[in-house]
């Protein structure tokens, strides 16, 4: 079984910086994406970035110029670069990865079937 595990979180001032970092570990790992959501408080889960196999990358509009969601393949490990935070960004970031190869990945969460504990990240204005 897969296991996500993000790090990452904190307290940031708002203009300031985090990397979260999302750990895949337990059998062979395979998926053609991976993603990033965020889920604010009495609010639902929403999409923040996504990885295809082959690199090809979707952002939401609210990030896009923002994050960069990149991958470190040989550590088997996802991240999310953050910068110009604002507080509105103020969630709890969830990893998901897609397993199924017959499912063509999205942004929705039903296009994900592992998916990680979550890292909250706060901006303080």
């Known amino acids: 079984q897969v296991h996500l595990g993000e790090s990452g979180g904190g307290l940031v001032q708002a203009g300031g910086s985090l990397r979260l970092a999302c750990a895949a570990s337990g059998r062979t790992f395979r998926n053609n994406a991976m993603a990033w959501f965020r889920q604010a408080p009495g609010k639902e889960r929403e999409f923040v970035a996504m990885?295809?196999?082959?690199?090809?990358?979707t952002y939401a509009d609210a990030v896009q110029g923002r994050f960069t969601i990149f991958t470190d393949n040989a550590k088997n490990t996802l991240y999310l670069q953050m910068n110009k935070l604002k507080p509105e960004d103020t969630a709890v970031y969830y990893c998901a990865s897609n397993s199924r190869p017959w499912i063509v990945p999205g942004t929705g969460v039903n296009s994900y079937d592992i998916w990680g504990q979550g890292t909250q990240v706060t901006v303080s204005s």
């Open positions: 990885v295809r196999e082959g690199g090809n990358r």
